[in-house]
């Protein structure tokens, strides 16, 4: 699986766009980047995946650069509640759901009120 | 998606006694079920893979005959501490996929277990 790059936390005030971004320079065709989110004591949570096109969802968006080497998670209109460890996770699709994830240290995103 | 609890959610033990935690796939078969753990301030490493009706594959560093994985059946797998001590208190988390007959694309995670082992 290709290397993320993550910075360690960040901070957002609440109602305002959270942007996270996530460089993974060493990316091949066929690997998929996908973000999961761990709130604390909790088990991590599926937000979003995409292979090279922008995606949005009911959770979030996610931004790919033209040549794929970095992307941006943005939570819209962030609450307290997505307060979180925020994982950037390159890998090939994970069909069927039978590969294990490779979770890195992740961004820590604090919003506050 | 699948829904996946695990039991219980928090157990405190003495050292030297075994644990035992369920982690069952509520609402669909799952074929490969996969064990983290995740100590403070850390993130999750994976344990071990465990296949419905064959042996689990362990990480390396990940002693097999200290944690024990049965995949009985394909809505439940048990991850068994032995001899638990101290520096075994962590997160267990397990993650459910490969679905027969479907396929998704991504892995749905219980709720976790805290073992506190005193």
């Known amino acids: 699986d290709a290397k993320t790059t993550q910075p360690t936390s960040m901070d957002c005030a609440e109602g305002r766009a959270a942007n996270l971004p996530c460089n993974h320079s060493t990316i091949s065709g066929n690997e998929y980047v996908y973000w999961y989110r761990q709130i604390h004591s909790q088990g991590p949570q599926y937000i979003i995946h995409g292979l090279k096109n922008n995606e949005t969802n009911e959770m979030a968006s996610l931004i790919i650069t033209e040549d794929r080497k970095s992307s941006t998670l943005i939570l819209p209109h962030a609450t307290l509640r997505d307060t979180a460890v925020y994982y950037c996770i390159v890998r090939v699709a994970i069909v069927n759901s039978g590969y294990a994830l490779n979770f890195g240290k992740g961004t820590s995103l604090l919003v506050t009120p | 998606g699948a829904v996946v609890s695990q039991h219980p959610s928090r157990v405190i033990c003495k050292s030297g006694t075994s644990v035992k935690i369920e982690c069952r796939s509520l609402d669909f078969q799952a074929t490969t079920m996969f064990w983290y753990r995740q100590f403070p301030k850390k993130s999750l490493m994976l344990m071990a893979t465990s296949n419905e009706g064959s042996k689990a594959t362990y990480e390396q560093g990940v002693e097999k005959d200290k944690f024990l994985i049965n995949h009985a059946s394909l809505t439940l797998s048990t991850l068994t501490v032995t001899s638990a001590h101290p520096e075994d208190s962590s997160f267990y988390i397990c993650?459910?996929?490969?679905?027969?007959?479907?396929?998704?694309?991504?892995?749905?995670f219980g709720p976790g277990t805290r073992l506190t082992v005193l």
């Open positions: 993650s459910v996929g490969g679905a027969s007959g479907k396929t998704y694309n991504e892995q749905f």
